[in-house]
């Protein structure tokens, strides 16, 4: 089991930048894929990217291809998103997840869950 905590939300200007990151308990963060999700108000949860285990493998969701940067430090528990380029569009609570399977995009496809972070982009 992996408990994750996420932190670095707040509110930021258009075209300004913010990096999430999500710390995890236990010794074996490095067996589990993390993946960022975020969800908007009246809207569902969403994929924003994902990183494998060792971090070889990464994906984004095409809204922020080019923006966003997903990294991971297995020495120190934690994943990271780095967010560029904001737009109010990204306004959203940003939950990182865990699986040890390789779920993609698939919200409910995950086993652990942190509780969120705000990210509010001001026009």
């Known amino acids: 089991q992996v408990q994750l905590v996420e932190s670095g939300g707040g509110l930021v200007q258009a075209g300004g930048s913010l990096r999430l990151s999500c710390a995890a308990s236990?010794?074996?963060?490095?067996?589990?894929?993390m993946g960022w999700f975020r969800q908007a108000p009246g809207k569902e949860r969403e994929f924003v990217a994902v990183?494998?285990?060792?971090?070889?493998?990464?994906y984004y969701a095409d809204s922020v291809k080019g923006r966003f940067t997903i990294s991971r430090d297995n020495a120190k528990n934690t994943v990271y998103l780095q967010m560029n380029s904001l737009k109010p569009e990204d306004t959203a609570v940003y939950y990182c997840?865990?699986?040890?399977?390789?779920?993609?995009?698939?919200?409910?496809?995950?086993?652990?869950w942190g509780q969120g972070t705000q990210v509010t982009v001001s026009s």
């Open positions: 997840a865990a699986d040890s399977g390789w779920n993609t995009v698939t919200p409910s496809a995950y086993a652990y």
């Open positions: 236990g010794r074996t963060f490095s067996t589990y894929h």
């Open positions: 990183i494998s285990r060792s971090g070889l493998y990464i």
